[in-house]
T-cell receptor, first 111, second 110 residues
Framework: GENVEQHPSTLSVQEGDSAVIKCTYS??????FPWYKQELGKRPQLIID?????GEKKDQRIAVTLNKTAKHFSLHITETQPEDSAVYFC??????????FGIGTKLQVIP | ETGVTQTPRHLVMGMTNKKSLKCEQH?????MYWYKQSAKKPLELMFV???????ENNSVPSRFSPECPNSSHLFLHLHTLQPEDSALYLC?????????FGEGSRLTVL
C-alpha cells in the first residue's frame, strides 16, 4: 500500500538556525505533497504544499522541494523562531482524494 | 474557525457501549475524512467519502461504522470498542487539495 517515510522524528535547533525535514513516498503516481503543522492541543493546519509539476516552492521562511525521480520531498524552515515549535507532518495524495500522512517530526526551537 | 465542527469534543465509553461521533462542514467541500491520531500511529487514515460515496476504507475494523448522509455531514458509529481504540478522532474536509480539520473528538474507552 501507499506509505511515506518521514525523518527525523525529533529535531532540536537553536533559534535562528535552519530546520530540514525529509520525506520519501512510495507511489509514483502521487501528484500533490502538502505539509501540515500541528501545535500542541490544536488541529493540523496546512503550511505549504507543492504539486508534481513544480520542483520548489517558497513562502517567506518556509520552502518545500520535490524530487519526483527520487520520490523525495523536504521542508525547509529558515531563521527558526520559538513559535515554529510544533509537530510537522508531510503527506501525499494518491487516487482522487486519498491523503496519507507521515509519522510526524517534533520540532523544538530553543531560544 | 475552519468551518469543520466535531461533536462531542470528549467522550468516555465502556467496551459494551454504542456511541457516535459527528462532523459537519460548512465549506461546500465534496470530500470528507476520518483520521485516527494516537501516540503510536499519528494521523492514520480511516475512511474517505466523496459526494457521499465511500472511496477509501483503510482496513478499519467493523466496530467502526461510518455514515455520510450528505456532503456536509459525516458520522462515525462506535460499538464494542477496545481500550486500544482510545485516541483523538479527527474529521477533515477537502475540495481538491488542502484538508481542513476539525478540533477532534477525544475518545477514551474503558
Amino acid at each position: 500500500g501507499e506509505n511515506v517515510e518521514q525523518h527525523p522524528s525529533t529535531l532540536s535547533v537553536q533559534e535562528g538556525d535552519s530546520a530540514v525535514i525529509k520525506c520519501t513516498y512510495s507511489d509514483s503516481a502521487s501528484n500533490y505533497f502538502p505539509w501540515y503543522k500541528q501545535e500542541l492541543g490544536k488541529r493540523p493546519q496546512l503550511i505549504i504544499d507543492i504539486r508534481s509539476n513544480v520542483g520548489e516552492k517558497k513562502d517567506q521562511r518556509i520552502a518545500v522541494t520535490l524530487n519526483k525521480t527520487a520520490k523525495h520531498f523536504s521542508l525547509h524552515i529558515t531563521e527558526t523562531q520559538p513559535e515554529d515549535s510544533a509537530v510537522y507532518f508531510c503527506a501525499f495524495r494518491t487516487g482522487y482524494q486519498k491523503v496519507t500522512f507521515g509519522i510526524g517530526t517534533k520540532l523544538q526551537v530553543i531560544p | 474557525e475552519t468551518g469543520v465542527t466535531q461533536t462531542p469534543r470528549h467522550l468516555v465509553m465502556g467496551m459494551t457501549n454504542k456511541k457516535s461521533l459527528k462532523c459537519e462542514q460548512h465549506l461546500g467541500h465534496n470530500a470528507m475524512y476520518w483520521y485516527k491520531q494516537s501516540a503510536k500511529k499519528p494521523l492514520e487514515l480511516m475512511f474517505v467519502y466523496n459526494f457521499k460515496e465511500q472511496t477509501e476504507n483503510n482496513s478499519v475494523p467493523s466496530r467502526f461504522s461510518p455514515e455520510c448522509p450528505n456532503s456536509s455531514h459525516l458520522f462515525l458509529h462506535l460499538h464494542t470498542l477496545q481500550p486500544e481504540d482510545s485516541a483523538l478522532y479527527l474529521c477533515a474536509s477537502s475540495q481538491s487539495g488542502e484538508l481542513f480539520f476539525g478540533e477532534g473528538s477525544r475518545l477514551t474507552v474503558l
